[in-house]
T-cell receptor, first 111, second 114 residues
Framework: RKEVEQDPGPFNVPEGATVAFNCTYS??????FFWYRQDCRKEPKLLMS???SGNEDGRFTAQLNRASQYISLLIRDSKLSDSATYLC????????????FGQGTELSVKP | DTAVSQTPKYLVTQMGNDKSIKCEQN?????MYWYKQDSKKFLKIMFS???????INETVPNRFSPKSPDKAHLNLHINSLELGDSAVYFC?????????????FGEGSRLTVL
């Protein structure tokens, strides 16, 4: 079983749509969680951290359910510029702070 | 000013050759990494150095040898290249062993082995 699992997509949505991505992780020792964004043929960049109480950054909302080992990302009012791959990431403190990346979920926002 | 820079960006070479990729960061970070992203887009950690000390060494063939001459540089040397080594190799850096979760990646080095 992969340590971090995501639906690879692609998710094809119209502009203005709301879209949600899910992620599950297998290592209960995972301590912190993040969403990264990777544009085509570019490097990954941190989008946002995910806090236990859930957190929002503009149109983006991240949620964490430690009991179910599940993380989500909700994007409201999708823009064309949101088209990218979204990577779920967990941090294993007990392994030297190793960051484990999911395969990513591809999002394509169409006009 | 590029924060994490790696060279070369593109590398095409024959099987059996030896090649190196260089990485430098000007962010003053303590920790540097090499990640490999294969054709299926999985980003897998290979190595991590903290202040020139190796702290993460995943199951990587010993044909891959990282070297950190100082905390701002982490180079990757690959011996006897194989077809399966074709991938994009990303260098990254972070503060405090990445416990805060933010890694700054270079633009990647796309290696093609023929």
């Amino acid at each position: 079983r992969k340590e971090v699992e995501q639906d690879p997509g692609p998710f094809n949505v119209p502009e203005g749509a709301t879209v949600a991505f899910n992620c599950t992780y297998s290592n209960s020792a995972s301590q912190s969680f993040f969403w990264y964004r990777q544009d085509c043929r570019k490097e990954p960049k941190l989008l946002m951290s995910v806090y236990s109480s859930g957190n929002e950054d503009g149109r983006f909302t991240a949620q964490l359910n430690r009991a179910s080992q599940y993380i989500s990302l909700l994007i409201r009012d999708s823009k064309l510029s949101d088209s990218a791959t979204y990577l779920c990431v967990v941090n294993l403190y007990n392994q030297g702070g190793k960051l484990i990346f999911g395969q990513g979920t591809e999002l394509s926002v169409k006009p | 000013d590029t924060a994490v820079s790696q060279t070369p960006k593109y590398l095409v070479t024959q099987m059996g050759n030896d090649k190196s990729i260089k990485c430098e960061q000007n962010l003053g970070h303590d920790t540097m990494y090499w990640y490999k992203q294969d054709s299926k887009k999985f980003l897998k950690i290979m190595f991590s150095y903290n202040n020139k000390e190796l702290i993460i060494n995943e199951t990587v063939p010993n044909r891959f040898s990282p070297k950190s001459p100082d905390k701002a540089h982490l180079n990757l040397h690959i011996n006897s290249l194989e077809l399966g080594d074709s991938a994009v190799y990303f260098c990254a850096s972070s503060q405090n062993r990445g416990l805060g979760g933010e890694l700054f990646f270079g633009e990647g080095s796309r290696l093609t082995v023929l």
